[in-house]
């Protein structure tokens, strides 16, 4: 009996004038965003783009940090056991990861993932939106375990190495300069090795401080992380 009153309350509410009732349902949509994905328009794109619109993001510097983030998760895809969805949730996040700053540039990495955690983003099961969150949460300062512990078991370790891939990119494009980075090696060994110019880390102290420091922020969440220089 209080259905037309509910109907007129959300009418009023949310300024509809008119309603159109579909002969589908969940089922259905599901199924469509099902298909999108498998074909060429996958729906996570256009949100993806429409958060970077929204949120102002520097989409060169988004770019930069997704191109050395891919690189580097080919690098290690295979004996890390790292499939293709986690390849687009890692691409994803790196095209967000400086979402936050529209709030504040301190701690933007923790606003960023708040914005990616509350946001009715179309086209992402809640996981993937905890996973790409997470990622974003996790790209800078001292590794938050929790955020990705939040997430099912067999993501949990998917997220923790993608999450320091993504701090490797954005960490070597600190400075949002043009020019291009070197080449770069990761390995698995006992922990991450990395290998680069050591002439481009000379020119560039700020950077070679900043991997001191992930370092040590790596090895307080019990992961070994080594640079070598040619």
Avoid at 3 to 8: E, T
Avoid at 24 to 37: F, K, M, Q, S, T
Avoid at 54 to 78: H, I, S, W
Wanted: proline share 3%; glycine share 6%.
């Amino acid at each position: 009996a209080d259905r037309p009153a509910q109907v007129a309350a959300a009418f009023a509410e949310l300024g509809l004038k008119r309603m159109q009732v579909s002969e589908n349902a969940l089922r259905e949509g599901v199924l469509y965003d099902i298909i999108g994905r498998g074909g060429d328009s996958d729906p996570r794109e256009a949100s993806v783009q429409a958060l970077c619109e929204r949120y102002g993001v520097d989409v060169e510097q988004a770019k930069r940090v997704e191109a050395t983030a891919l690189d580097l998760f080919d690098q290690v895809a295979e004996a890390w056991q790292l499939d293709e969805d986690e390849r687009k949730l890692l691409r994803w996040a790196a095209r967000l990861h400086e979402i936050g700053l529209v709030i504040a540039h301190s701690q933007h990495h923790q606003h960023g993932a708040y914005l990616l955690e509350h946001s009715d983003i179309a086209g992402f099961s809640a996981t993937e939106q905890q996973f790409v969150a997470a990622l974003v949460r996790n790209q800078r300062r001292g590794l938050h375990l929790k955020s990705i512990q939040g997430l099912p078991d067999r993501l949990a370790d998917s997220a923790l190495r993608c999450s320091m891939l993504l701090r490797l990119s954005a960490l070597l494009h600190r400075s949002h300069d043009t020019e291009p980075t070197p080449k770069l090696k990761l390995e698995i060994e006992d922990g991450l090795m990395l290998r680069l110019s050591g002439a481009w880390l000379r020119e560039h102290p700020l950077t070679e401080s900043d991997l001191d420091n992930e370092i040590a922020y790596l090895d307080e969440a019990g992961v070994k992380l080594g640079v070598l220089t040619d």
